[in-house]
């Protein structure tokens, strides 16, 4: 038997560039290398066989610390988090802890532009209504689990992405989009000249990139926890963020914290803007995690998706009197700040 033994939160994921190479990160030392495939499964074949390597990798890996004596590695604080299953969630609170100025050996996604993505640029936005007063606007806000049977006009998805996504814009990007830390993923069910499918959307371009053809209506109500909204509805909004980089640009004991709040609040203003264009929506934090991993291209411990909206139109034309009162029994409850 070895002496050695891989640190707790060891993450081994393969680097897709060609390169026989895998990446190694751990939170807890603050490191991410990359290594020669080759050169580890021989150190791990040596290690199944209980020699040790005390050259070369070994070396390296324990000097970065990836490597650890046996029973050397007990932090009693982690299996609080592990028995709550927030392991995910410790993974991005101890990168979040890393010192702003270390970069911790990554260069950040944020800096790198799209080139050559095919992106389908939606048309232009419906005009919101001049006298629409944001009171009224919040008031009348209702969350809606059935929608009308029709397809939702163009502008009108397109006036959801625009006016509630507006604060993801960066208005000096024309038709390059670069990564944001919020990555945007849309279900589209029944939008009037667009394909049904799984779409990533950028918020600078104003477009959308196919990322899986089909209805999918089923398979996302499935990874709702049944939820029935989507089998009815126009769309559904994933607000999805790269953890690393928003640690990178973030960084502090907060930065979960304020992570939380800032998809709340795209969130609420995506709500609001639904509902000035006379939409109705519903939010559903919860999600089957490993199947959506499947679905959508989510890097797992990367990538993660916070919060789920489904949007559609109401199968009443007149849903709600003067004060925002439902005059029907299509929508549950109000979802007013």
Request: aromatic share 10%; glycine share 8%; with cysteine.
């Amino acid at each position: 038997m070895t002496s050695w033994g891989w640190r707790k939160l060891t993450v081994i994921s393969p680097v897709v560039d060609g390169e026989a190479k895998v990446k190694l990160s751990n939170p807890i030392v603050g490191q991410r290398i990359e290594v020669e495939l080759n050169s580890l499964l021989e150190l791990l074949e040596l290690h199944a066989l209980g020699i040790d390597n005390s050259v070369n990798l070994q070396e390296y890996l324990a000097e970065q610390g990836f490597l650890v004596k046996r029973n050397s590695d007990y932090i009693s604080d982690l299996e609080h988090w592990e028995k709550r299953g927030w392991g995910q969630v410790l993974d991005y609170y101890l990168w979040s802890c890393v010192l702003f100025g270390k970069r911790v050996n990554k260069e950040s996604n944020y800096s790198n532009s799209l080139i050559d993505v095919n992106i389908k640029s939606l048309t232009i936005p419906v005009d919101l209504p001049e006298d629409m007063i944001l009171g009224e606007v919040i008031l009348r806000r209702r969350t809606l689990r059935r929608y009308a049977d029709r397809l939702l006009a163009e502008s009108h998805f397109s006036g959801l992405l625009w006016y509630g996504l507006k604060s993801l814009r960066n208005p000096s990007v024309a038709k390059v989009d670069k990564s944001h830390t919020f990555v945007i993923f849309v279900a589209v069910y029944a939008v009037e000249g667009i394909e049904p499918g799984l779409y990533r959307y950028y918020p600078d371009s104003h477009g959308l990139e196919l990322l899986v053809k089909g209805a999918l209506r089923e398979q996302i109500s499935h990874l709702l926890f049944g939820q029935n909204a989507p089998l009815t509805a126009a769309c559904s909004v994933f607000l999805g963020v790269d953890l690393y980089d928003y640690a990178c640009f973030h960084p502090g004991e907060g930065s979960l914290r304020a992570l939380f709040i800032e998809v709340g609040r795209i969130g609420h203003e995506l709500l609001i803007g639904a509902s000035a264009l006379g939409l109705g929506g519903l939010t559903a934090p919860a999600m089957r995690d490993r199947e959506a991993e499947q679905l959508l291209p989510l890097e797992k411990s990367q990538r993660m998706i916070l919060y789920t909206l489904t949007f559609g139109e109401s199968r009443t034309s007149e849903m709600r009197d003067d004060f925002g009162n439902s005059n029907t029994c299509e929508c549950s409850h109000s979802t007013n700040l």
